[in-house]
């Protein structure tokens, strides 16, 4: 089974580190600004349900890029909004992201992510307000990682897998 999955937030908060750490298993301190968008391939097993092969979106965070998102999310089954948990604007941002991706691709499952879990000492948004988020804009789940530390790193995307299967048996 394929299944896209497409990776929003603000300009710097992650988005590329965690997509590569996750389907390449690298990190880089210095990665150049996404422009338009990045794709990358990753196969995992879900225990008891399919093989799944997830093409991840990875968007571009820039204001400019924003007229393009529509295009970038045809046939998204899941999603990740990402913020950075040292930078409160990006938080504040994730409600902007979510109704972006339920005007354009309706309600598919979306998990909130903090990262920069490994900057505790510069942390502006509480743990728990980001469950509060979730919960407040009812998102499938809520996890905070590092891309650098690899902390929780497979986590949002195997929830957002997890999440999309259900859905998609339940519509069966």
Known sequence: MN????????FA?????????????SFKEDYKPTIGVDIYSSRIEIPNKAKVVLNIWDTAGQERFRKLYPKYYKGAKAALVVYDI??????????RWVK?????VGDIPIVLVGNKADLEPYRRVKKEEGEDMARKLNLG???ETSAKSGIN????F????????SRILEIL
Do not use: H, W
């Open 86 to 95: 040292t930078s409160r604007p990006t938080f504040e941002s994730v409600l």
């Open 158 to 165: 195997r929830m957002a897998v997890n999440l999309a299967i």
């Open 3 to 10: 299944l896209k999955l497409i990776v929003v937030g603000d």
């Open 13 to 25: 908060v992650g988005k590329t580190s965690l997509c590569k750490r996750f389907a390449l298993g």
């Open 100 to 104: 972006n991706i339920r005007e354009n």
């Open 153 to 156: 790193v497979d986590k949002p």
């Open 141 to 143: 789940s809520f996890i």
